[in-house]
């Protein structure tokens, strides 16, 4: 015991929690602890169990050096009051009694959003840690990847084993398109799992371009293999997500770096096309008959429905989750979101997008290191790829894809703490620590 008399204690620190929050995934989404109900989700526990945890960890040592402007915190506190006035109002408006449990769920489910996003926020407190959540964001990416191309090769879902005593789900069916199977992972939708492909792909490119200090095979297999994940979904609304990321991210790249990306498209294509007889055409079908798709249909109709409720009540809403399917379905987030907040709801999430994505990219551009600066073109690409997603479906309905987009709005929020701080630093030298928040994260990666 004398060995260990004197060593240090190791405290948990952010990159572990997050760790923890990104192993989740590997539960389905569909199952949920039965007697907790909507709640019951592991991922929605975890989230919460972190803002408990940065919460107490705050209590304990408030940030009192903070210096600086911290801009991501500003939308995001603006958008949780949105919540909060809402639900208020709505409540002194009196709620029918079907939605006044939803409208209480939705105010914890924020709070589980909201301790994801302060853990990356301020735990992220180094480069080591912040490099190394978001390569294990881009391991999730991959194995979700791994999982749905394995469910396209087999038409089955390879998750009925799955059984935990004391949780439920609604089945692990999968869905097809054109005669192919549309992959979901873990997800409890494609276009859910769509979105941890085009969230993860643009930073697995940025690895593959700039890590250096790892083979070709090693950078480059992560890359590969959710592009074809991606090209594999069968998912319209996750193409065109994955496209938007990579023409963001082909703007930071120079001229030589973008024909060698054209080819490597390309190539990729063609081994579609070889391996997989028929899926070129049916790609090309979901685009080229799209108008009498039902599904767009469906959309368009939404509008017109969303529309008109948000005439009623146009500055707050009606409060947030109180927009039941029974209602309409709306296939649209930002639609859902003028219905349940109002106008001042949506202009405070696409605040949220703006500023998390100028952020990434001008960070990009104070970055010293070229990971570092493709990080953040990569991070810009994958959360303006997920804003896109949010015209597609009620993204924020899905636990998976709410929380991986409040995880990269908040990884964007370190980034830019870290780039300014580095940048501001004497003689240009690299801080590896912010001094803001050091005490939050040990920075043992």
Same mark, same amino acid.
């Given at each position: 015991?004398?060995?260990?008399?004197?060593? #240090?204690?190791?405290?948990?620190?952010?990159?572990?929690?997050?760790?923890?929050?990104?192993?989740?995934?590997?539960?389905?989404?569909?199952?949920?602890?039965?007697?907790i109900?909507?709640?019951?989700?592991?991922i929605?526990?975890?989230?919460?169990?972190?803002?408990?945890?940065?919460?107490?960890?705050?209590?304990?040592?408030?940030?009192? #050096?903070?210096?600086?402007?911290?801009?991501?915190?500003?939308?995001?506190g603006?958008?949780?009051?949105?919540?909060?006035?809402?639900?208020?109002?709505a409540?002194?408006?009196?709620?029918?009694?079907?939605?006044?449990?939803?409208?209480?769920?939705?105010?914890?489910?924020?709070?589980?959003?909201?301790?994801?996003?302060?853990?990356?926020?301020?735990? *992220?407190s180094?480069?080591?840690?912040?490099?190394?959540?978001?390569?294990?964001?881009?391991?999730?990416?991959?194995?979700?990847?791994? *999982?749905?191309?394995?469910?396209?090769?087999?038409?089955?879902s390879?998750?009925?084993?799955?059984v935990?005593?004391?949780?439920?789900? %609604?089945?692990?069916?999968?869905?097809?398109?054109?005669?192919?199977v549309?992959?979901?992972?873990?997800?409890?939708?494609?276009?859910?799992?769509?979105?941890?492909?085009?969230?993860?792909?643009?930073?697995?490119?940025?690895?593959?371009m700039?890590?250096?200090?790892?083979?070709v095979?090693?950078?480059?297999?992560?890359?590969?293999?959710i592009?074809?994940?991606?090209?594999?979904?069968?998912?319209?609304?996750?193409?065109?997500?994955?496209?938007?990321?990579?023409?963001?991210?082909?703007?930071?790249?120079?001229?030589?770096?973008?024909t060698?990306a054209?080819?490597?498209g390309?190539?990729?294509?063609?081994?579609v096309?070889?391996?997989?007889?028929?899926?070129?055409?049916?790609l090309?079908?979901?685009?080229?008959?799209?108008?009498?798709?039902?599904?767009?249909?469906?959309?368009?109709?939404?509008a017109?429905?969303?529309f008109a409720m948000?005439?009623?009540?146009?500055?707050?809403?009606?409060?947030?989750?109180?927009?039941?399917?029974t209602?309409?379905y709306?296939?649209?987030?930002?639609l859902?979101?003028?219905? #349940?907040?109002?106008?001042v709801?949506?202009?405070?999430?696409?605040?949220?997008?703006?500023t998390?994505?100028?952020?990434?990219?001008?960070?990009?551009?104070?970055?010293?290191?070229?990971?570092?600066?493709?990080?953040g073109?990569?991070?810009?690409?994958?959360?303006?790829?997920?804003?896109?997603?949010?015209?597609?479906?009620?993204?924020?309905?899905?636990?998976?894809?709410?929380?991986?987009m409040?995880?990269?709005l908040?990884?964007?929020?370190a980034?830019?703490?870290?780039?300014?701080?580095?940048?501001?630093?004497? %003689?240009?030298?690299?801080?590896?620590?912010?001094?803001?928040?050091?005490?939050?994260?040990?920075?043992? %990666?």
């Amino acid at each position: 015991m004398s060995e260990f008399a004197g060593a #240090e204690p190791r405290h948990l620190d952010a990159t572990s929690v997050l760790t923890l929050f990104l192993l989740t995934g590997v539960v389905p989404t569909s199952l949920t602890f039965t007697a907790i109900g909507a709640l019951g989700r592991p991922i929605i526990l975890v989230s919460l169990a972190m803002f408990a945890w940065w919460l107490g960890h705050s209590i304990q040592r408030p940030f009192r #050096e903070q210096t600086g402007m911290q801009p991501m915190r500003w939308p995001v506190g603006a958008f949780v009051c949105v919540v909060a006035a809402s639900y208020a109002a709505a409540m002194l408006r009196g709620l029918p009694g079907t939605e006044v449990s939803p409208a209480d769920t939705a105010l914890l489910r924020v709070a589980a959003w909201c301790g994801i996003f302060l853990v990356a926020h301020d735990g *992220l407190s180094t480069w080591a840690s912040l490099t190394a959540v978001l390569r294990r964001v881009v391991l999730t990416g991959t194995l979700m990847a791994m *999982l749905g191309l394995a469910q396209f090769a087999t038409k089955n879902s390879l998750l009925g084993w799955f059984v935990v005593p004391g949780m439920s789900g %609604d089945g692990v069916g999968i869905d097809q398109r054109g005669g192919f199977v549309r992959a979901a992972g873990t997800a409890s939708h494609p276009l859910e799992y769509g979105v941890v492909l085009c969230v993860t792909l643009p930073l697995a490119v940025a690895f593959g371009m700039a890590d250096r200090d790892r083979g070709v095979v090693r950078r480059w297999f992560p890359a590969v293999l959710i592009g074809t994940a991606s090209v594999l979904s069968v998912s319209r609304s996750a193409l065109i997500a994955v496209a938007v990321a990579m023409l963001v991210l082909a703007a930071s790249w120079t001229r030589r770096q973008r024909t060698i990306a054209g080819i490597g498209g390309v190539i990729l294509m063609a081994a579609v096309y070889v391996a997989v007889p028929g899926m070129a055409g049916t790609l090309i079908g979901m685009f080229m008959g799209a108008s009498q798709d039902p599904s767009i249909a469906s959309r368009v109709n939404g509008a017109d429905v969303a529309f008109a409720m948000a005439g009623r009540l146009p500055l707050l809403g009606r409060g947030f989750g109180t927009m039941l399917p029974t209602y309409a379905y709306l296939d649209n987030q930002y639609l859902g979101i003028l219905v #349940e907040l109002g106008f001042v709801g949506l202009c405070t999430v696409i605040a949220l997008f703006v500023t998390a994505i100028v952020l990434a990219w001008r960070g990009r551009r104070l970055a010293a290191a070229p990971l570092s600066s493709k990080l953040g073109a990569g991070l810009a690409a994958g959360i303006s790829s997920a804003a896109v997603t949010f015209t597609f479906f009620d993204a924020l309905s899905f636990p998976l894809s709410a929380a991986f987009m409040f995880l990269m709005l908040g990884v964007a929020g370190a980034y830019w703490r870290l780039v300014r701080t580095q940048a501001l630093a004497p %003689d240009g030298l690299a801080s590896t620590t912010a001094p803001t928040t050091a005490s939050f994260d040990s920075g043992r %990666d």
